[in-house]
Structures are given as C-alpha cells and as structure tokens.
C-alpha cells in the first residue's frame, strides 16, 4: 500500500512545483500593481494568492509526509496526512475571509480613489496565470493519472477561487473607470469572499468526513450489502463498515454468514473481487461465520 500511495501522489507533487514557481511570480506581480493602483480588491486578492503559495507548500509537505512507510505504531502509515493538509487549507480561507469581509465594511464607509487601468491589467494577467493553474489541478490536467488527491484539490480549490477573484477585480476596475462608482471595489470584495466561502465548502466538509470515517458519499451502503448477500453461499452480512483511508483508498470490514458447505475460500475470493471491480475497495477484511452460529476462525483477504 504505501509503494502504491507514493506512486500515486508522485504526478500530484510534480503538478503543485508547477504551479507553485507560475503563482509564486504573479503574487509579487498582483502585490505591486495593487499597491500603485490603490485597490483593496487586487491587495485582496494578492494576499489571497499568498495563501495559495502557503496552501501549496503545506500540500507539498503533507504529500511528503503521507509518503512516509508504516511502522509498528502507525500501521497505516502517515496517508491521512493530506487530509489534515486539505482540511487545514480550506479553514485558512474561511479565516482570510473575515479580514477581507472586515477592511471591505471600513472602505465601504469611506471609498478611496483607484487606479482602474492598473486594476484591470493586472487582472487580467491573472485571469491568463489562474486559468493555467486551475487546469493543471483540475481533472482536465491530470490526464491518465486518475482522480487528484485531497492535496490536489485544497489546491485547485484555492486557484479556482483566484481565478474568480481576478474576474471581480476586472469587473471592478471596469466599474470604477466607466461610471466613477468607487464602491465598486469593497462590494466586489464582500462577494469575492462569498464565492470563496461556497467554493471551499466541499472540500472541508469531505475532509471532516473522512475524518470521521464516513461513509464515502458516492457508496451506496444498502447496494453494496445487497450485492455482498448475492455473492453463492452467503446467507447474512452485518457489523458491514465502509471508509476512506485516503480520498483514493477505500476500506471495509464485516462479518458475513456462510452456508455450512460453502466453500469459504471461493466466498471471499467472490467478494474480493466484487468489491474491488465493482466498489474500487482493494483493502477488505472479511469475517466469515458458518451459518449454525458457531464461529469459524476469523479469515481475512
């Protein structure tokens, strides 16, 4: 598992440097025009792209870290810790949030005048960097690679929501410089940190159910006890449990009751290879149990 994981996550590493050095130069970029151009939603957003870099760097380091082999006390390894990584990024936005919402109320109050052709050049650079940033952490970018992991799309998370950022700093540049309405800027700003918000929501909310051992939302628990029963020569499934180890690594445990001619080794095998085909579950551990209610040794797959 661990030689599996580290091969899975190597395409990811590769993908956050990219991204890392492009949004690492646009950030000193946004922070120079936003301070020329006087504008809190492109200093906004400047330190929005600030906690990109801090969002990649701790998706870099929680990779390396979930690469770390097992041992005798963390027999799973370290793999959970891209999902206290992803977790952590989406909470930091929700925090970058409320001091955006709050200087956006003091502007709101007494708008500054803006540099609205500054604003809007450098917004657009941003569109350009933060559109090939969220395709390289987007399923369009993984090409045969598979499903991005959690790290992945703390990140593509964060890009996406840059990417919207830079649409309304364009809109408010425009706004200001076509009609004078300086308000324009801290209104684009409040609903910049509004998108955010909805934006980050899944990403948190499946990093608490991961952490909770939920079960995964696309299992369906009854289909999956269903077809388990049909499997030849089970006759009952319970104590049936289902959870993400990481979001590519499912697992499950229970105990299920047998025909007492069965042939027990062709029962899990059954199962075995349903779940991995069917579910994509190749970590199982199965208890079988003769149908007298007298209780077999525990056999596991």
């Known amino acids: 598992m661990p030689h599996d994981h580290q091969a899975a996550i190597a395409p990811d590493r590769r993908r956050l440097l990219i991204v890392l050095a492009i949004t690492a130069l646009f950030f ?52 959970r810790a891209e999902i206290l990584g992803a977790l952590f990024n989406g909470l930091l936005l929700w ?6 919402w709050f200087e956006a109320a003091q502007r709101l109050r007494d ?22 940033s969220a395709w390289m952490t987007s399923g369009a970018g993984l090409g045969q690679t598979g499903r991005a992991g959690m790290a992945v799309r703390a990140v593509f998370v964060h890009v996406v929501s840059d ?22 800027d801290p209104i684009i700003s409040i609903l910049i940190g509004c998108l955010i918000i909805y934006g980050s929501w899944e990403l948190v909310r499946d990093g608490v159910d991961i ?19 049909a499997v030849k020569g089970t006759e ?7 959870w993400c180890l990481t979001s590519r690594q499912l697992a499950l445990s229970a105990h299920a009751v047998v025909d007492g001619g069965a042939d027990q080794d062709r029962v899990l095998g059954d199962m075995a290879a349903l779940l991995e085909h069917k ?3 190749r970590h199982m551990t199965v208890q079988l149990e003769r149908d007298n209610r007298k209780r077999s040794e525990p056999e596991h797959f």
């Open 28 to 79: 000193v970029a946004e922070l120079l025009g936003g301070y020329f151009a006087n504008s809190l939603a492109l200093m906004t957003d400047a330190v929005h792209v600030l906690t990109d870099i801090a969002a990649l760097c701790l998706s870099l380091l929680a990779l390396w870290i979930s690469s770390r082999p097992a041992s005798g006390a963390k027999t799973f390894g370290y793999l």
């Open 95 to 100: 925090v970058l949030v409320v001091f955006v």
């Open 111 to 132: 708008p500054p005048a803006v540099h609205s052709p500054l604003m809007m050049a450098v917004a657009t650079l941003g569109i350009a960097v933060n559109s090939f």
């Open 163 to 184: 990417l919207v950022g830079s649409v309304g700093v364009l809109l408010a540049g425009a706004l200001t410089f076509f009609t004078g309405w300086r308000e324009a």
């Open 211 to 229: 952490l909770m051992e939920s079960v995964p939302s696309h299992i369906d628990l009854d289909e999956l006890r269903q077809d388990l029963l």
């Open 236 to 242: 009952e499934v319970h104590d049936l449990h289902v």
């Open 279 to 281: 579910f994509n579950i």
